[in-house]
């Protein structure tokens, strides 16, 4: 399966969206996470939000058999959707 490179960006983007107004830097479960990026971006899959988060650098870790994420970059997740909005805000305008 290879990777929509457009749709690991959008992931990015709404996850450092979701970990800027609810998850701050907090564990939170990965269900909750995936439904927020699945609510706002519908056509992202699970492999393209699993290597979103990887190349943010959330930590992933299981509590009691369920697995939460956590905001771990040095860079505010504040910084990061302000960061990845103007690249994608520059692919509409160059396309």
């Not at 905001?71 to 396309?95: C, H, L, T």
């Amino acid at each position: 399966m290879t990777l929509d490179e457009n749709e690991v960006c959008c992931a990015e983007l709404v996850l450092a969206r979701y970990f800027t107004e609810i998850g701050k830097r907090q564990w939170c479960p990965v269900k909750d996470v995936v439904c927020f990026v699945k609510t706002y971006s519908p056509h992202t899959r699970k492999a393209e939000i699993k290597e979103a988060r990887k190349r943010l650098g959330i930590e992933s870790q299981s509590f009691e058999g369920s697995y939460c994420w956590k905001w771990a970059d040095e860079r505010s997740p504040e910084m990061v959707w302000a960061e990845k909005s103007k690249n994608i805000f520059r692919g509409i305008q160059d396309a």
